[in-house]
């Protein structure tokens, strides 16, 4: 595989669709259907957390089955946060994504030693001892989750209004596909996908390649903390559910029908996968039928993912 | 003698109840080529994988420039200039031959940091004169926008060279670099590798006894695991123990 080069009307594309984002508070006012922007605000975080999956898997070759632990994480730490009087995102976000980087590199320093199935069972088995952890801790409300006493303020701002926490899941999301969007291309993007491609190799030409697998494990951990830290102020609870193996699961399906590899695989898998659930669940509630036929149908003709149906270009980059 | 960039004393390996490596005494000085050669199965493949760090020894050590590397990962080695081209081609096939070169000179230590997060690579024109620099020496200018899986397996060893040559190396460890290749592209790398022998050491190991005679300074045989001559062209084609191991006269 090529290095990922996004197609050159991506960007003017995701500028389109950012002017739309930020017009859709207003617009979904406007025709009384405010209930939508919590819908909205549910897609953007969930595109933020199958984003960080896609670093690890799509552009890191690492088939993690417990990415849903560090979004769990997250949640609780945003939850103990308010809990222990701290009621602001400034610090209690970035508490997120620092207890959840800490954990994956607890969880990759140990689990990056191994390669392939054992892998993905490593992966699975620290999500799960978290999720039994959080089950079993009767002071954060076991299995019934920690419950947020009501939204927290950005430096200040009251994020109880429902635009006010889309923007702010949208300024979150906007950073992280810039960041995202550079390192791909920078040096360390680079390296991460040349050891997707050929572990081996790379350590023949000198480099470290544990500790770049380990460094795009951190960050996709950490950033799947401040998506969690996010749903939490969302939902209003931090509940272990999010921790549970069927949220990676539903992680990775997402990067799997978005594109994994494509920086808006994770974007676009999510928007789809949650816009069919909360379409089809109005008709039936065997709705995951038709999202195996969709996934079933994702594998067969669009292998790579619907980003990826929309190409990339392949030209080289220097001439 | 010159200094002595490779060392390798009593290496000892054993994989189950077979010894692949019998206590091997092997040199390399700064400056030569000393080729490597042996029976299939004699355990040259296993000797340079330890060499360069992909393998440990039950016992014995590498020196690799003065210093004990025996505990050294791979990568480790590769930064202390040890550089080394696969038996089997193992270039990034749908990276350009550029690209390939480029991830070589970015990987040195002196090319600064790989953790860069947001400079674009693409835009490092230093790293890509570089690894143009590199491409011309083996021949392989005019290919550096072609997919590294699309050139002839000739041209990928040659790119193969071109990246370990990227690595800046004291010392090349070429692993049967004419393997697979016909003989006009065979006689192109013996010429390359005639040339590269200028600038750095190597250690050549290679079936084809007429590269290895017209390239080495030195050639050292290996028989099951065991090191049973080292000497100039001419003591190695005299030496009654090697026509033994080679021709299968036990008498």
Known sequence: ?319 | MTDVLLDVRQLTRRFGAVDALKAVDFSVSAGEVHALIGPNGAGKTTFIHHVSGALKPDSGSVHFAGRDVTALSMHRRVAAGMARSYQITNVFPGLSALDNVALAVQGRSDAGSSFRFWQPASKETAVFDEARGYLEQVGLHGKSPVAGGLLSHGEQRALELAMALATRPKLLLLDEPMAGTGPEESARMVELIEHLARHVTILLVEHDMAAVFRLADRISVLVNGQLICTGTPEEVRNDAGVRRAYLGDHL
């Not at chain 1, 670093?55 to 890191?60: D, I, S």
């Not at chain 1, 140990?110 to 620290?126: D, E, N, Q």
């Not at chain 1, 999720?131 to 927290?152: H, I, K």
């Not at chain 1, 699961?249 to 994770?266: A, E, N, P, Q, S």
Request: charged letters at 10%.
């Open chain 1, 1 to 319: 595989m090529a290095y990922y080069r996004p197609a050159s009307w991506q960007k003017p594309l995701s500028l389109v669709l950012l002017a739309a984002a930020v017009a859709l508070p207003t617009v979904l006012t406007a025709i009384g259907q405010e209930f939508y922007i919590g819908f909205a605000t549910r897609v953007l975080i969930f595109a933020l957390a199958a984003t960080s999956l896609n670093l690890v898997l799509g552009f890191g070759g690492m088939v993690s089955l417990g990415h849903a632990a560090f979004l769990g994480a997250g949640a609780y730490v945003a939850a103990i946060c308010q809990q222990a009087g701290i009621n602001e995102a400034l610090i209690a976000f970035p508490a997120a994504m620092g207890v959840a980087g800490l954990f994956a590199l607890i969880v990759g320093a140990i689990s990056l030693r191994t390669r392939g199935v054992y892998f993905i069972m490593i992966t699975l088995a620290f999500a799960q001892m978290a999720y039994y952890l959080f089950v079993s801790a009767r002071s954060w409300g076991g299995d019934d989750g920690l419950p947020l006493n009501g939204r927290m303020t950005l430096s200040g701002i009251s994020l109880a209004a429902d635009d006010a926490l889309f923007y702010a899941a949208l300024g979150a999301l906007v950073a992280a596909m810039i960041l995202f969007g550079r390192l791909a291309d920078a040096r360390f993007g680079r390296t991460l996908q040349a050891v997707r491609e050929n572990e081996t190799r790379m350590e023949a030409l000198g480099y470290p390649v544990f500790r770049f697998r380990l460094v795009a494990f951190v960050l996709g951990g950490m950033v799947a903390g401040l998506a969690g830290a996010l749903l939490a102020n969302l939902t209003g609870l931090a509940s272990p559910n999010l921790l549970q193996w069927t949220q990676s699961g539903t992680l990775l399906v997402m990067v799997i029908i978005g594109g994994v590899g494509y920086l808006y695989g994770g974007v676009v898998g999510a928007a789809v996968l949650l816009l069919l659930e909360e379409t089809l669940v109005g008709f039936t509630e065997h709705w995951h039928i038709v999202l195996g036929l969709l996934l079933l149908a994702v594998v067969l003709f669009a292998p790579k993912g619907l980003a990826a149906l929309f190409g990339r270009s392949r030209r080289a980059d220097h001439d």
